[in-house]
């Protein structure tokens, strides 16, 4: 293990007087708080109601708590877990992540455009891919042998030298690509429905819209049921209601080898009914309409490099349990596969 995942509990809370107020650094506070301009003319989002500094020199951003003015009845992630165990609720989760898709496309029409990469809000890639950044740090060990991963039917080479070298090309300054005034971090606890309601204004403003897509669609597979409640509880705990056991996929089989140079794998993601319908709606949009929008060809080359990030740059591989581990460098390895292998899953119950 040559990185640790540091777990900590989101500064914020709802309040009794009917507001949800959360605390930031001041240079957080003027991120969160220009992100919000930047959206509320385009987006649904709560309204911003002040914002204050407490007695320990933070700053309060104090917003209208959309479920106590009942213009919200849940969160995705809480939909979703209610859908797990109730299949009645499947068809309002399907109407939510319509809604999302539908939500990214009205930005789309309204201030959508093909711009450069580097025009876009950074927070999610940029210094983590940047040489010395977070993903030089993690994986830099790791560069000079490829990784050999066997699927039991395919037999992958995973090149770490490559593959951060691919994405510092694709997702290079000038790069172009559809951009339009997003949410920015577009998961399961910062949707609210069934009205949707965006929340969490951090990395709002210009982004790229496959990013959108793509941080949305590793969620639903990989993070809100297994890796954010198996490797980061305080955090599941902090900003979901309806709390579940994580959700680890279905694996057969698992090694990995010395120094990484070799892994096998076979398995398969699980998710329950509520997540499955979740995602197979967001698949539809991306075969559908929303794919449409991002861009010509196959949606996966659009989508690459914004899901390589997610799973290389969110929780560092080499700390996971190599069966989970294994699990993920399968899912890097089907990048260059379809969407429909990528996004596989099977039932919860399956084992």
Known sequence: MTAAIIDSAAGSRRHPDGTFRKRLTADQARREVQGWQAIRDHLPVADLVSSVTDAGGLHVLIYQDVFAAGRCEHLLADLISHADQDDRAVPAVRALVDAVCNSWLHAVGDTGKLRPIGQCRPGLYAARLAPGGRLDDWYGHLRATPVVVDTGSDVVSLHFAGVLGRLRAELAPERGCLTALTQGDPTEPNIAGSSLCWLDY??????????????????????????????????????????????????????????????????????????????????????????????????????????????????????????????????????????????????????
């Open 202 to 351: 951090e990395h709002a403003g210009l982004n790229p819209v496959a990013a959108e897509a793509a941080n949305l669609l590793w969620y639903l597979l990989a993070m809100g049921g297994w890796l954010v409640p198996q490797y980061k509880p305080a955090t599941y705990a902090a900003t979901v209601g309806r709390r579940r056991p994580a959700l680890p996929p279905a694996v057969t089989h698992a090694w990995i080898g010395q120094d990484w140079r070799r892994v096998e794998v076979a398995g398969q993601l699980r998710a329950g009914v509520g997540r499955r319908a979740a995602i197979t709606a967001l698949l539809a949009r991306l075969r559908s309409d929303l794919g449409h929008a991002i861009g010509p060809g196959d949606v996966m080359d659009h989508l690459w490099p914004w899901l390589a990030m997610r799973i290389l740059g969110v929780l560092p591989l080499t700390a996971l349990a190599d069966q989970d581990a294994a699990v993920c460098l399968l899912k890097l390895a089907q990048l260059d596969g379809s969407l429909a292998d990528f996004a596989a899953t099977c039932p919860e119950e399956d084992t």
